[in-house]
């Protein structure tokens, strides 16, 4: 099931949507500037086969923002990843080439498998209100000068299509401002006035409120002050509830048997140095809700619980146990008195370091010679009594 899983699930769909986006893009520039061979060249007209190439490009650019989404989690690329696929394969095909035809076969296997892990992608896009609004800014700012020069196309001389007036809108939004389209009459230059502030003020606000979060957490990560990192898809993972003494071997166990995991800690000294060695870490209460769900409680293998505080570990497995019932919790209490307790919270297995390691110096003391056969021996007597 796990190897099933590799080949075909979250991560699956990420990477081949990722290749299908690359392949797109390099095709889509190659056909350009490159005269088509195929059985289908003498079908199609010539415009079709140029629009396809450069459309291509374009659909493969969005393919690398629904792959970065569908990194994430988010549900949202998944739907723009279904819809974006069929078309970069339909490009491939109209393009004629013969070099377009893996991308083709390539579209139609990320779509398979993106459809078939619909479930891996439930995250909702996180926008705060403001963002909302610098979105409806600059999508209001464009329509309203596209709308505008399109009625007012006598004014524009070089305007008599929806395509140019939104080309000539663009053109004026971004600054750039080729002179091939100008406003003749003096009621064309008021509106191209306040269109140019309008798209301007939309546009500045738009990047500034949209890609400053993002800007300002990759530096953050890269000076170590991060106090959240986004995390790859996981499946068939461990999630390691808290910091304490314990945790560092279980890590090392983990990194020895190859096994994907998360920590969720709320101190943030602990996530800068962990995220230092690359560790997949949350900086967060383990008894909340919210983080055990970003880290994908409900696709998790195990769960560990393992600090040296058992009220905590209690609540972190009271919630783990909530969000996912079937997943197997493994938790070390400190006090002996508490391994009932924990059992009640929901952990599966409680391992009480302090017995073990008490009857492995009492072993030891009278010459006992295999010390792993001993504690192997009492985790299974520790385990069967708790049942």
């Given at each position: ?9 979250g ?9 299908a ?8 520039i ?9 059985p289908?060249?003498?079908?199609l ?79 909702a896009?996180?926008?705060t ?27 524009f001389?070089?305007?008599?299509t ?7 809108t ?9 002179g ?8 064309a ?19 500034g ?15 170590g002050?991060?106090t959240e990192?986004t ?47 690359e560790?997949?870490v ?13 880290a ?26 909530q ?11 400190t ?12 952990a599966?297995t ?14 030891s ?16 007597d ?6």
């Amino acid at each position: 099931m796990a190897g099933w899983r590799d080949r075909f699930g979250g991560r699956a769909a990420v990477w081949l949507t990722s290749a299908a986006a690359f392949v797109s893009v390099a095709l889509g520039i190659a056909n350009i500037a490159t005269t088509p061979r195929g059985p289908l060249v003498d079908v199609l007209p010539p415009e079709i086969i140029q629009t396809a190439g450069f459309t291509g490009a374009l659909t493969g650019f969005l393919l690398l923002l629904s792959a970065y989404g569908l990194r994430r989690g988010l549900r949202g690329a998944w739907y723009s990843s279904v819809v974006l696929l069929p078309l970069s394969a339909a490009q491939g095909l109209l393009q004629a080439s013969e070099l377009s035809y893996p991308l083709v076969v390539l579209s139609l296997l990320a779509l398979l498998v993106v459809a078939a892990n619909r479930r891996a992608f439930d995250r909702a896009v996180d926008f705060t209100a403001t963002q909302w609004a610098a979105t409806a800014a600059l999508v209001g700012s464009l329509a309203y000068g596209t709308a505008g020069t399109y009625a007012l196309r006598e004014g524009f001389p070089s305007v008599s299509t929806p395509t140019d007036a939104l080309y000539f809108t663009v053109v004026t939004a971004s600054t750039v401002g080729y002179g091939d389209v100008t406003p003749a009459t003096q009621l064309a230059k008021a509106f191209v006035i306040s269109s140019l502030v309008l798209n301007v003020a939309s546009f500045a606000v738009a990047l500034g409120v949209l890609f400053t979060p993002a800007i300002e957490a990759r530096l953050t990560t890269a000076l170590g002050r991060m106090t959240e990192n986004t995390l790859d898809i996981l499946e068939d993972h461990v999630l390691v509830l808290g910091y304490g003494e314990l945790t560092e071997p279980i890590l090392e166990e983990l990194d020895e048997a190859g096994v994907d995991y998360v920590v969720i800690t709320p101190d943030e000294s602990v996530g800068r140095l962990l995220r230092e060695r690359e560790v997949n870490v949350l900086t967060a209460d383990p008894s909340d809700e919210e983080p055990l769900e970003r880290a994908r409680i409900g696709a998790a293998r195990a769960v560990v619980a393992a600090t040296n505080n058992d009220a905590e570990d209690a609540l972190a497995i009271l919630t783990a146990r909530q969000l996912n019932p079937e997943v197997s919790i493994v938790a070390a209490s400190t006090e002996r008195e508490n391994v009932t307790k924990l059992k009640r919270a929901g952990a599966n297995t409680v391992i009480s370091p302090a017995t073990i390691g008490g009857h492995l110096l009492v072993e030891s003391a009278l010459g006992a010679s295999d010390t792993e056969a001993v504690a192997d021996r009492l985790v299974e007597d520790g385990a069967s009594a708790d049942e």
